[in-house]
């Protein structure tokens, strides 16, 4: 409801330009009107002194540093007046880059203080570094005639990740399941083949791991203890173009590849080792360098999000050239790709192939559930089993590749997405059971 002030002000400014109108068509009326243009002057002049000044208003944002693709997080801002009256409506807009979503105008009411804080929600739409352009805040006088406005350029970017919350967490799920239970889990010793300590033999271990040299000189049977080797390479190298741009149950394969990605990061990071992110399309791009140690789990996630999805073909001979010449001793390459026939991965084999001269290749890819779906529905229609046959087809020549690779001595990853994560982890901690590297 209008309050009578509000309506006599409004009154007021509407009947300006008519009293504008009348000194100009009647000079004698000119007093008139220059009393009721200077009444008006005197209340907007009076309405911008009394209300909230611009200099006496602050704002404090605290960006978070990682948002979450498929998540929302808070963007707490506070809104603070250092003196003077308080507005009683306060009108705030966040502007945004395309990658997160719009912000609604928000009007504020209530003080707390002379502070009032609101949360904005931030909400990507998909990896990548997003951006917060500027805030947008403004209000009214006490008489309402005069508005101001403060803008605050914030020009903050913030890198938007995969949904990796549960990452720890069923890292260390994976990780320990073998563990024996204590105040600390050994769940290196006893495997690998990096010699540890001596023990004193007992019933149930390994006889051949007996040193029979030191059991003579202590006169009591001695057997070595092994652990796990550290400090190994691990690549990922992450195909970024048209293929695995491709969404896979609504969800990029990219981005599946990505998860899966930073869980192993975690593990073989905490393991020890060092690990290093290569992408590549129609060139290569990212080219992260190695990372070592827990702590550079952050580093990892943010480069991840500047892994962007692109619609061109991947170049697989610029790409793994310009990886091997980047390595100086042998190292575990985890590529995630994937391929359609056997003439389009006729030069994705060629390049692998040289890498395992040198290299452990680990080739990662999904189950092409849409060709599987096609070639085992029921030939109802001619059309079902046309498309039965080519999907059959698509999936033999499929087939040939995988063989292919084995044959070369790369190891293969086939899986479905929700099992992928868990099959990667299972053939690290083989290959390093087994001491392939």
Known sequence: MISPTARAIFLMLLGLPLMVGIALLRPDLWTLSAGWIALVGGLMFLDAMVGPALRAFETDVH?????????????????????GSLPARLEVQLETSELLEDQLTRGLRGWEGRERRYDFTLTPLRRGTAKLVRLWCRWQGPLGLVQKRHIQELDTEIVVTPNVRWVKDEAVRLFSRDAEFGIKTQIERGDGSEFDALREFAAGMDRRAIDWKHSARHRHLLAKEFRTERNHNIVFAFDTGRLMSEPLGGV????????????????????????????????????????????????????AARLDYSAEESNYTLALSTLAGQLERRSLIIIFSDFVDTISAELMLENVRRLTDRHLVLFATFEDEALSSMADAPPE??????????????????????????????????????HFGGALISRYLEIKRRDML
Do not use: C, H, W
């Open 63 to 83: 960006a978070p540093l990682i948002l979450y693709a498929g998540d929302s997080d808070p963007l707490p801002v506070t809104f603070r007046f250092t003196r």
């Open 381 to 418: 229609t001619t059309e079902d089993v046309s498309r039965a046959v080519i999907a059959g087809n698509l999936l033999s020549e499929r087939d040939v590749v995988l063989r292919r690779l084995q044959r070369m001595g790369v190891q293969i990853i086939e899986t479905r997405p929700e």
């Open 252 to 303: 990029p394969k990219i981005d599946r590849a990505i998860n899966a990605g930073l869980l192993l990061s975690y593990v073989s990071l905490r393991n020890g080792d060092r690990t290093m992110y290569f992408g590549f399309d129609a060139r290569p791009g990212l080219a992260s360098g190695f990372l070592s140690g827990s702590r550079s789990f952050p580093r990892m996630q943010s480069l």
